[in-house]
């Protein structure tokens, strides 16, 4: 395939206007797409970027039309939220054409099956899809058609599906995106959803603390208070032994934390969560999410967590930390996430093995 010129950004929020503006800003023919045209007004005078990056982009195109936004496009990223995959796949499934690229950015936990098998249920074209663990900015809307983007995300693990095509499509990929870095699979890039890891105990653990004060504190460094921090080295811990069954070695929370450019050296050897929460300078001036219906509960609980247990459950590893909150979130939301969130069915998985699964991916 020749090299990627033409991109559709699927979605305007924070992640989108960045990625958007900045491949932009480089030359790239980007189209961006938003299923509200009210959300693109604002931007239709250019996205104004700031701190990593400065400058203003115009997009070549904002629409709200996807057939407009997707059709003779190299590439399309899909910049939303895991919830919305589903809808994506059904919308795309008459419009994408098997020699276009999709790249799932983030695919979170599971997002590249779960997408996959929807695309094939709603009888779209095979595609050579990818995914990353996070977004590929560390990145906050300051305004309505400003975007401020405060380092791009360093080592961002990235595998294709099947992973077979991982290094075809890194080659693609890594002029759009220099950070990108080759994982081992689907899995081992689901399984690094550090959201999941650390957003359900910040946000659950201060739920009074949020509705009382509508979020107007800081969450990563006010937030997460040293007990807080100790049940986030417990997810990880469950995290990481879920992955050992799959032939996964990841790094520990603080250790990628740190890779990424979140955190201090000195917090990394120091071992604490805790302190590399206050020394987390990208994440200093983030606030906390206003209510608990808020993506930190919705997408890393029900798309975060619980595919997370799915797989522990599979390969037979114990995860009470995680299925408390699950719990928890559950109780307080009115919302049984364990049948709403990403279960093995829903990512294509019913019945298959360990070993089936690493075959197939």
């Given at each position: ?34 299923r ?18 400065e400058?203003v ?31 994506y ?30 695309l ?56 759009l995106f ?18 999941a ?12 603390w ?8 800081l ?5 997460i ?23 996964l ?7 990628y ?7 201090t ?5 120091s ?22 219906n ?9 798309y ?20 408390g ?21 829903r ?7 360990v ?7």
């Amino acid at each position: 395939m020749p090299e990627v010129r033409k991109v559709a950004v699927l979605g305007a929020g924070h992640g989108g206007c960045a990625a958007a503006a900045v491949l932009s800003l480089r030359g790239y023919e980007v189209r961006l797409h938003s299923r509200s045209e009210q959300r693109l007004k604002p931007l239709r005078q250019g996205i104004t970027v700031r701190h990593a990056y400065e400058g203003v982009a115009s997009p070549a195109l904002l629409t709200a039309n996807l057939n407009e936004a997707v059709q003779g496009t190299d590439l399309v990223i899909l910049v939303v939220p895991s919830i919305a995959h589903e809808g994506y796949a059904k919308a795309l499934a008459p419009i994408l054409s098997p020699d276009q690229l999709v790249y799932l950015n983030p695919g979170h936990t599971g997002g590249g099956l779960h997408f996959t098998a929807e695309l094939k249920k709603a009888g779209g074209p095979t595609v050579r899809l990818c995914e990353s663990t996070t977004l590929t900015f560390i990145c906050r809307m300051e305004g309505p058609a400003t975007v401020g983007i405060y380092r791009e995300t360093a080592r961002l693990r990235f595998a294709a599906l099947p992973s077979a095509l991982t290094s075809e499509m890194l080659s693609l990929l890594q002029p759009l995106f220099p950070n990108l870095a080759a994982a081992a699979n689907v899995l081992e890039t689901g399984l690094m959803n550090i959201n999941a890891v650390i957003h359900p105990p910040g946000v659950l653990m201060n739920a009074g603390w949020t509705e009382f004060t509508g979020g107007d504190f800081l969450f990563y460094k006010e937030a997460i208070t040293p007990s807080i921090a100790r049940v986030i080295e417990a997810v990880d811990a469950e995290r990481r032994a879920i992955c050992r069954p799959f032939g996964l070695s990841v790094p520990a929370f603080i250790d990628y934390f740190h890779d990424a450019g979140l955190t201090t050296r000195e917090a990394r050897l120091s071992r604490s969560v805790y302190r590399a929460m206050q020394e987390s300078g990208p994440n200093q001036t983030i606030k906390a999410p206003p209510s608990l219906n808020h993506r930190y509960v919705h997408e890393d609980i029900g798309y975060g967590l619980v595919p997370m247990t799915e797989f522990g459950r599979l390969a037979g590893v114990p995860t009470p930390v995680m299925d408390g909150l699950v719990t928890l979130a559950s109780t307080a939301m009115g919302t049984d996430y364990r049948k709403t969130g990403l279960t093995l069915g829903r990512m294509g998985l019913t019945g298959m093995s360990v070993q089936g699964i690493l075959s197939m991916i």
